[in-house]
């Protein structure tokens, strides 16, 4: 498995620094799947290349796993420690680290400018063809150069496997080229070597933040990166997303403000959160959660009642979750308060096992706020990992818009819904809820009733 980059803005040997490694000398370094060697084929003026060369131990690499083949020759036969894939990320965060970090000790302006480089990478695994490889990497700015190996020379009639060299060439700076390989290699291989678990979607946030964004395969680059766990795609995607935004903290209040206005005559917000806060006093819980507590309306009432021994604001957005530090005043709250009150930073859609213990849990206007394909994961985190013997949700009753004068026909009253339910559907689906997870439900309308529509808000209350 080789890697070759290659730099061309004089003086070339700069590439030198930026890699922290001499051209000079040969460098070598074990890794947990093999060894990787440093060279520099050349290196002067005009053109300097360093070599990232991969000698992989497939058969210890099975026996370090305590794997077993399907076959007793397995082991020998595979031709996946040969490609460059997900290996290749991790080779890159063990020998090129500090450039990858865009740091340089020795040159400290060197990482921030743009170079001509051209990286070439041998036997990639790309499950799309040479498509995928340009849809990936064309979008970043390179010219790509993809060269698809046949199965076995001998037997054309055999058709082309899904081996390609691939080069790449932009005017770019080192750190993002081997950001967008450290990414976008596994991507197109589409698997791992190793376990994914949460800690992935911190890399795959870390490594992309300042281009994963933009890209428009970005959701594509998420499962294949994360292997298809739609809990761990969904969680980066929210985050993604929440942090793309001009002015994420504007954009919310001005959606927000929309929707205040709307009930505003019914002073709806406010008999919402005094219901909830009363469903969970009088649900005898001690310890609490506001999943998806926005900038801390609620968390404010609950650290009201002295019963309440702890109360946990859970919101993916950074932002909505500094708003509420400040509005909470957490850096002047009594000793005792703050030691009651904790904020989080999570996505709602994947298991958090900082959110088990908790007597009750609250989803104020929350649920409707997703893609109702994503409803499942939220169920999956509260109901079967949370599992607090309490949880209370509050949903628009889409029966009731039609009171609204404002509210012109068939719009939601927030433009951030992705839905908004009439009894009956919220009904189902909290029976579908219950009998999968052991819980029982009962309703109760928030805000003036009228006849044949309901209440403007429908509120579930879940007990186990």
């Not at 040997?13 to 947990?32: C, E, I, M, W």
């Not at 990414?183 to 197109?188: A, K, M, R």
């Not at 985050?239 to 903290?249: A, G, S, V």
């Not at 959606?255 to 008999?271: G, S, T, W, Y």
């Amino acid at each position: 498995m080789l890697l070759t980059i290659t730099n061309t803005t004089p003086p070339a040997t700069d590439l030198g620094y930026l890699l922290h490694k001499n051209p000079s000398r040969v460098n070598q370094f074990d890794l947990a799947f093999g060894q990787a060697t440093v060279f520099y084929p050349e290196a002067s003026d005009e053109r300097c290349t360093a070599a990232l060369l991969f000698d992989i131990d497939p058969i210890g690499l099975v026996r370090r796993r305590g794997g077993e083949d399907s076959f007793a020759l397995g082991q020998y036969v595979n031709d996946r420690p040969y490609a460059a894939s997900s290996f290749l990320s991790v080779a890159l965060g063990r020998v090129y680290g500090t450039a990858l970090s865009g740091t340089c000790k020795d040159r400290p302006e060197l990482p921030g400018k743009a170079l001509r480089l051209r990286a070439a990478v041998t036997a990639v695994p790309s499950r799309g063809g040479p498509a995928l490889i340009g849809k990936l990497f064309e979008p970043l700015g390179y010219r790509v150069t993809a060269q698809r190996h046949p199965l076995d020379p001998s037997f054309p009639e055999w058709g082309e496997s899904t081996y390609h060299d691939v080069s790449i060439e932009a005017e770019v700076r080192l750190a993002d080229l081997l950001s967008h390989l450290y990414v976008l290699i596994p991507v197109l291989d589409d698997d791992k070597h190793y376990w994914v678990g949460d800690d992935e979607v911190e890399k795959l946030l870390k490594r992309g933040e300042t281009w994963l964004a933009t890209h428009p395969e970005r959701a594509l680059i998420a499962r294949r990166y994360l292997r298809h766990q739609s809990s761990l795609v969904d969680a980066a995607l929210a985050r993604l997303l929440d942090d793309t935004l001009d002015d994420p903290e504007e954009a919310r209040r001005s959606r927000d403000q929309e929707e205040a206005e709307i009930e505003q005559p019914l002073r709806l917000n406010d008999v919402r959160l005094e219901a909830v806060r009363h469903a969970v006093v009088s649900s005898g819980a001690r310890r609490v959660l506001d999943l998806g507590c926005g900038e801390g309306k609620l968390l404010k009432m609950l650290l009201k009642e002295r019963s309440l021994e702890a109360i946990v604001g859970v919101d993916v957005s950074h932002r909505a979750l500094e708003t509420a530090s400040r509005r909470l005043h957490m850096e002047r709250l009594p000793e005792k308060d703050r030691a009651r009150l904790r904020l989080l930073h999570g996505s709602l859609t994947y298991r958090d096992a900082r959110l088990t213990g908790y007597d009750a849990a609250v989803l104020v206007e929350v649920i409707e706020h997703l893609d109702p394909g994503r409803l499942k994961a939220l169920e999956r985190t509260v109901f079967e990992s949370a599992k607090p013997a309490t949880v209370v949700v509050t949903t628009p009753n889409r029966e009731y818009n039609v009171l609204f004068d404002t509210l012109p026909a068939g719009r939601f009253r927030h433009k951030d819904h992705r839905f908004e339910w009439t009894r009956g559907e919220m009904e189902a689906w909290a029976s579908a809820v219950c009998a999968r997870h052991g819980y029982a439900v009962s309703f109760a309308p928030v805000g003036p009733e009228a006849a044949d529509v309901g209440a403007p808000t429908q509120m579930a209350i879940f007990r186990r």
